[in-house]
């Protein structure tokens, strides 16, 4: 299987992890795993973000520059101003990094047409599915003062999928890794990012030593 296909499957896999609550905890079936009806949810559901978080980011762009024009702009109100501008920005870059994966979701539903991409895609996710308690009491132990339940879904079903193929499916670290952060450069932050980064290294240096083994 082409390592492209590999990667078309984990995005599958992922964005049908989004449409399964955290409370489900019975064993992952084809039929539980539909694609056609997950994927056009998770579609639905990433419409709605982007939408949303397009609203947000004008609303805080026209208070920067309503406060820009109200007042005399001294030092500490354009520095006010300054603030509010990066922030709008800032979120507008976000809504557009997130429209790029929606615009990229008809290439995923055409990719779980193919057997072998579909395949794969179930196996990843009803890993998670299956073994999701020990997998999320190991990425516990490596979260330094964080709890995984207190990260957004997104970035708990990326750590969640990377844990599944390192423990589960025996894919080598290097891969789990690069894929992790490749599937948050599109769907998470770059402070998701750093943060997943960061777990994986310490999840996979615990993995490696005698007291992981």
């Known amino acids: 299987m082409a390592q492209s296909s590999r990667s078309l499957a984990r995005e599958l896999a992922l964005l049908?992890?989004?449409?399964?609550?955290?409370?489900?905890?019975?064993?992952?079936?084809?039929?539980?795993?539909?694609?056609?009806?997950?994927?056009?949810?998770?579609?639905?559901a990433l419409?709605?973000?982007?939408?949303?978080?397009?609203?947000?980011?004008?609303?805080?762009?026209?208070?920067?520059?309503?406060?820009?024009?109200?007042?005399e702009l001294g030092s500490r109100e354009l520095a006010k101003a300054r603030d509010n501008?990066?922030?709008?920005?800032?979120?507008?870059?976000?809504v557009i990094n997130r429209l790029s994966a929606v615009?990229?979701?008809?290439?995923?539903?055409?990719?779980?047409?193919?057997?072998?991409?579909?395949?794969?895609?179930?196996?990843l996710a009803a890993?998670?599915?299956?073994?999701?308690?020990?997998?999320?009491?190991?990425?516990?132990?490596?979260?330094?003062?964080?709890r995984l339940a207190r990260l957004p879904q997104v970035d708990r079903n990326i750590?969640?999928?990377?844990?599944?193929e390192l423990?589960?499916?025996?894919?080598?670290?290097?891969?789990v890794c690069n894929e992790a952060v490749a599937l948050a450069s599109t769907y998470s932050d770059t402070e998701g990012r750093r943060r997943i980064n960061g777990i994986?290294?310490?999840f996979t240096a615990a993995q490696l030593s005698p007291a992981g083994a």
């Not at 501008?85 to 976000?94: I, S, T, V, Y």
């Not at 750590?159 to 599944?164: E, I, V």
């Not at 423990?167 to 891969?175: I, S």
């Open 16 to 44: 049908i992890l989004g449409q399964i609550s955290d409370k489900t905890t019975a064993p992952a079936t084809d039929h539980a795993l539909t694609l056609e009806d997950l994927l056009l949810a998770a579609l639905a």
């Open 200 to 202: 994986l290294r310490r």
């Open 127 to 146: 890993a998670v599915r299956e073994h999701r308690t020990t997998l999320d009491q190991q990425l516990d132990d490596v979260m330094e003062g964080w």
């Open 159 to 164: 750590l969640r999928l990377a844990a599944a």
């Open 47 to 71: 419409h709605g973000h982007m939408r949303d978080a397009l609203e947000r980011s004008a609303q805080d762009l026209h208070r920067s520059q309503q406060h820009a024009l109200e007042s």
């Open 103 to 123: 615009l990229d979701l008809p290439r995923l539903l055409l990719a779980a047409e193919q057997e072998q991409v579909r395949s794969h895609c179930l196996r």
């Open 85 to 94: 501008l990066r922030m709008g920005l800032e979120k507008a870059e976000q």
């Open 167 to 175: 423990m589960v499916l025996d894919t080598p670290v290097a891969v």
